[in-house]
């Protein structure tokens, strides 16, 4: 058992033998996972139990922003900036931040020394130079739903105007501005809605002899990176830090106001006060986070990866809320490296009633343009989807793109399909990497395979020969559904670094997840 499910049963029996049963729910961002043991061993001092849940930075915005308070605590997210942009109603109060990390660029060190980079300062113009060569590519999360790439992102558009210490509006109207931003961001080799997922994107990859050039990713999380990579006598990741200047993670812990008794608000300020304490800010420190100046000793600096976090870097002053929403909705419809998305959807019997209906309520979401754009997933005319009904063979393959119309003919097409037959998936996927193979050959998208299936295929082809020699990196996600059997899923997505989404409870969240990772 895990030592924060062993804390958690103990504060449970504490409770049951006289203590507190209070339940503290707190939603996090995915980067705060580091400091869990901290705030389980706070609550079970406190015969508290904290259920921590973890979400991508839209996610927790879009909570706050509906007409009724989510029926949680608190909110842990990496940045401000997205409550700014979301909690319309106000809803968290007593906002303070932990502890602040900046997002750099980590770049392989043989690749670092290739690019004349060790020692010396580094532009955005100089990244953008090595991406325009062919040279380095690199992972970088959705800045349309998770903290880092927004950062990233904004510090691209913030140099790409020639005003780094500050993002001016006029920029994000700016041609040579966008020319500049599309071009950096055509390095994306790899996106997800996690920054900690895309750390251990990197080092499953790079376990398996495939390191990739590079990640945006926030300071902290490049050295819990290095720190793996040092124990596997692997290559470090060199720490390039943008001279033009950079987006700080603040990290603010806050309180969601919806009527919770005094005790609850107490147990609140206790924690917060808890982890603002000297003690508490020297561990963090230790963990490579910033903290307020004064409060603790920085880590020591790591010179063989070019890892300070004392070292003072220009923060971008960011404008104000409404011009960053526009800001995200730019990069999804117009910047980001277009998508090629196949769709492999299970029509076999066992689908039939229920099944069917909640996949095709799942792909009105997705094909609904006014849904997805409020998610900021929407496609884009630029974008390639291919739906691949299946069952125990593989039926007729529809292709279209973002366009509106494009759209409305394929989810049509969804909608008239009916459940048939057994379940071959492994065919679909087939199917779908040699109806990709056209659009793989040009570079130019981000490529993905969504298998959605209610359970286990009866066929298993030789679909891992056939995956490797392509010689494309295509992940392949995986959606669950009823009663599924994860693990023919759960392989595929370990052969492609990719990742399964349950989606027996929401299956529609769960599309949407997969559509941050493309």
């Not at 109603?89 to 392989?108: C, M, Q, T, Y």
């Not at 006060?273 to 561990?283: E, F, G, H, N, R």
């Not at 292709?399 to 097409?413: P, V, Y």
């Amino acid at each position: 058992m895990k030592p924060w499910l062993v804390l958690a049963a103990v504060a449970l029996l504490l409770g049951g033998c006289g203590g507190s049963q209070r339940t503290f729910h707190i939603v996090a961002g995915s980067e705060e996972q580091t400091f869990e043991p901290i705030v389980r061993e706070f609550c079970a001092s406190q015969r508290v139990t904290c259920v921590i849940d973890y979400k991508g930075s839209l996610d927790i915005g879009l909570m706050l922003e509906g007409s009724d308070a989510p029926d949680i605590d608190a909110v842990w997210p990496a940045s401000s900036l997205w409550l700014e942009i979301y909690d319309a109603h106000r809803r968290v109060k007593d906002l303070k931040s932990i502890a602040s990390s900046p997002v750099i660029l980590g770049v392989r060190m043989a690749k670092a020394r290739e690019l004349g980079w060790i020692g010396k300062p580094v532009h955005m113009d100089d990244i953008l130079a090595a991406v325009s060569a062919g040279k380095l590519t690199f992972l970088m999360t959705s800045a349309t739903q998770s903290n880092s790439g927004a950062s990233a992102y904004l510090a691209m558009l913030a140099a790409s105007f020639g005003t780094p210490a500050q993002l001016d509006p006029r920029a994000l109207d700016d041609p040579n501005a966008r020319a500049k931003v599309k071009a950096l961001l055509k390095g994306v080799a790899r996106s997800s809605g996690s920054s900690g997922w895309l750390k251990d994107l990197y080092l499953s990859a790079a376990a398996d002899g495939h390191a990739y050039d590079g990640m945006w990713n926030y300071e902290a999380l490049l050295k819990e990176t290095n720190d793996v990579l040092r124990r596997r006598g692997g290559e470090l990741l060199y720490a390039v830090y943008p001279a033009d200047g950079t987006s700080y993670a603040d990290a603010p812990l806050g309180y969601v106001e919806h009527g919770q008794d005094k005790d609850t608000k107490a147990f609140f300020e206790a924690l917060q006060a808890y982890l603002l304490s000297a003690d508490v800010q020297a561990k963090i420190a230790g963990f490579g986070r910033r903290t307020a100046l004064g409060m603790a000793e920085p880590a020591p600096p790591e010179k063989d990866w070019n890892f300070d976090p004392s070292r003072v870097i220009p923060s971008i002053a960011l404008p104000e809320a409404k011009v960053i929403a526009r800001a995200l909705t730019l990069y999804q419809e117009v910047l980001r490296r277009p998508s090629l998305t196949a769709i492999c959807l299970d029509f076999s019997g066992s689908m039939e009633g229920d099944g069917v209906s909640q996949l095709k309520s799942a792909m009105q979401t997705l094909f609904d343009p006014a849904q997805t754009a409020h998610s900021l997933i929407q496609w884009t005319p630029n974008d390639r989807i291919l739906i691949i009904p299946f069952d125990g063979t593989v039926r007729e393959v529809d292709q279209g793109d973002g366009t509106i119309a494009s759209q409305a003919k394929l989810l049509a097409d969804v909608m008239n399909q009916q459940a048939n037959d057994g379940t071959d998936m492994y065919g679909c996927a087939a199917r779908a990497l040699a109806e990709m193979k056209p659009f793989l050959a040009t570079k130019q998208y981000l490529p993905a395979i969504v298998i959605m299936t209610d359970g286990r295929s009866d066929k298993h082809s030789g679909f891992e020969d056939a995956w490797r020699g392509e010689g494309h990196e295509v992940p392949i996600f995986g959606v669950t559904f009823g009663d599924a059997d994860k693990s023919q899923l759960e392989e595929l997505a370990t052969l492609t670094r990719a990742r399964v989404f349950d989606g027996r409870a929401d299956l529609t969240q769960a599309f949407r997840s997969v559509r941050g990772y493309n």
